[in-house]
């Protein structure tokens, strides 16, 4: 309560009723994409987190669990431009990025400049392992500059503009894993569980007797961006910041603040996981109704942050170890 009540004092009335307003909607927006997506309330929340925050999401999940449904359930709902890519082994980067073309007008050769389906404000990059690392690297450093360069000119990626990627964890057989550099690039990694019994009742009640619940558009681009302006201008306190910097300093090897957990990291996050905390505690704040993050959300966005940002040495794989019990005891130990 005390930093809700700071939060009060930090934001003047204009700001405070911006925030109400971007919390209204996508609690409306939450509403929506919850009539067709079952028993996956975290990863509905953990997606909108990710645009609320301007990032990028690794969804990950066996075959049949909505992911697709959910990308194609966001574009609908923020009333945004989507476009689908299904990535495979001989996929190019031009398929992505978009290529010239020499044109023969009226006499007049001249080229010009295709775009590909990365042009888009919502991309579901489908399967993204199976590409090779050369069409990966195009995307993700798309990704990370928003525009594109070609024959010496840059185009400009629209805005807002969010990639949502799939993987697989099953099938490992002629894929190209991300490596380490690349995966920090997503703000969060949200791992998709099955439904519980209850979701799956309706899933089936709702997706095969019935027609299934129409969707329209919540909101606009604009809503997502003024949102998003919104989530930057939330205060944070100090005992929040600790937290971060606490969690994320832990998770690092040959910190004194590791303590026993140093003997078990081979590598840990970068600043760039504390940039995405920053971000993504606020957005959740924002999305619960919250003029202020709490350590609570702190804790809540600790493996979808870091799990993909650490990993774990020979010895402590051996032991049975996972990133997920480190992140759980630095949690424990650190909070």
Known sequence: MAEADSAFEALNGPAVADAERAAATF???????????????????????????????????????????????????LGLDSKRIQ???????????????????GGARAFRFIKGPIFTQLLMADE????????????????????????????????????????????????????????????????????????????????TFAEEPVLRAVCGPHDLVEAQNVVRRLPVGEKVVDAILNIVRAARPGNAESGAFSDFIAWGPGPRASQAFMLAVRARALLDGRLAPSVEDVIALAHPILQHRMALNFSARAEGTTIGTVIDRLCQTHL
């Not at 929506?32 to 690794?58: E, N």
């Not at 999940?61 to 609908?76: C, D, I, N, S, Y």
């Not at 990535?87 to 007008?105: C, N």
């Not at 002629?174 to 569980?193: C, H, K, N, S, W």
Request: net charge negative; no cysteine.
């Open 128 to 207: 993204i392992n199976r590409a090779s690392p050369r069409t990966q690297s195009a995307l993700l450093q798309a990704m990370q500059e928003r525009h594109v360069t070609v024959a010496g000119v840059r185009n400009d990626l629209p805005k807002p503009f969010h990639v949502i990627a799939t993987q697989n964890p099953l099938e490992q057989e002629g894929t190209y894993p991300l490596p380490e550099a690349q995966l920090d690039r997503f703000l969060l990694q949200i791992d998709v569980g099955y439904p519980d019994l209850e979701a799956e009742r309706r899933m089936l009640l709702s997706t």
């Open 27 to 77: 609690s409306r927006v939450r509403e929506a994409i919850g009539r067709i997506i079952f028993g996956q309330r975290d990863v509905i929340d953990q997606t909108l987190i990710t645009l609320l925050s301007g990032g990028h999401a690794l969804l990950i999940g066996v075959p049949g669990l909505a992911k697709t449904r959910l990308v194609e359930a966001m574009g609908v709902v």
């Open 87 to 105: 990535f495979t082994p001989d996929l190019m980067p031009a398929d992505i990025i978009g290529s010239e073309v020499l044109e023969d007008s």
